[in-house]
T-cell receptor, first 117, second 112 residues
Framework: GAVVSQHPSWVICKSGTSVKIECRSL??????MFWYRQFPKQSLMLMAT?????????EQGVEKDKFLINHASLTLSTLTVTSAHPEDSSFYIC?????????????FGPGTRLTVL | AQSVTQLDSHVSVSEGTPVLLRCNYS??????LFWYVQHPNKGLQLLLK??????LVKGINGFEAEFKKSETSFHLTKPSAHMSDAAEYFC??????????FGKGTMLLVSP
């Protein structure tokens, strides 16, 4: 159990277009999901925390108008990169938090490779 | 506040020899600590986690890590490296219900 999927796994788009990435928890409900960004050969940086039914909480330095997050259900969060530019090219990884008793464990999706031309 | 330092950006070993990936952390509260592995262009896979139970934690694929509070360390070890272990490894700290903080990663290279 505890499987998280992302779609698409990779996407190439033109500069100025918008791209939507989906993150789904397949076999559990996740009130909280997280979006990370990973540059080549670097670590994961938390972009935002997505809470079902409320606004996302963005980390310092992350533009909320550029990276739109919607967590409309307990199994789905979406990240939309608006007016994408080449510097937005990156590996985007989501995770979903599963609560079991007093523990909150994060399960990671396989990631989405975004390339902006 | 919490932080994690992975002391080596790259570690090279020969197949069949021991692996040691070092990690030091700082945390205001009793931390949870994790090791994740990431193969190229893949997501993260949890190797093992420490959550205030036994200090020696055994994970998947023969990996284990020991939580040493006095040294604020959580080093990852494996007795005998396999070619398939070549990947990026991340040490991660979490204090209470806070978000995860990732180390910068250690690339493990395994030669035949």
């Amino acid at each position: 159990g505890a499987v998280v999927s992302q779609h698409p796994s990779w996407v190439i788009c033109k500069s100025g277009t918008s791209v939507k990435i989906e993150c789904r928890s397949l076999d559990f409900q996740a009130t909280t999901m997280f979006w990370y960004r990973q540059f080549p050969k670097q670590s994961l940086m938390l972009m935002a925390t997505s809470n079902e039914g409320s606004k996302a909480t963005y980390e310092q330095g992350v533009e909320k108008d550029k990276f739109l997050i919607n967590h409309a259900s307990l199994t789905l969060s979406t990240l939309t990169v608006t007016s994408a530019h080449p510097e937005d090219s990156s590996f985007y990884i989501c995770s979903a938090s599963r609560t079991s008793g007093s523990t909150h464990e994060q399960f990671f999706g396989p990631g989405t490779r975004l390339t902006v031309l | 506040a919490q932080s994690v330092t992975q002391l080596d950006s790259h570690v090279s070993v020969s197949e069949g020899t021991p692996v040691l990936l070092r990690c030091n952390y700082s945390s205001s509260y009793s931390p949870s600590l994790f090791w994740y592995v990431q193969h190229p262009n893949k997501g993260l896979q949890l190797l093992l986690k420490y959550t205030s139970a036994a200090t020696l934690v055994k994970g998947i694929n023969g990996f284990e890590a020991e939580f040493k509070k006095s040294e604020t360390s959580f080093h990852l070890t494996k007795p005998s490296a396999h070619m398939s272990d070549a990947a990026e490894y991340f040490c991660v700290v979490q204090s209470g219900y806070s978000t995860l903080t990732f180390g910068k990663g250690t690339m493990l290279l395994v030669s035949p």
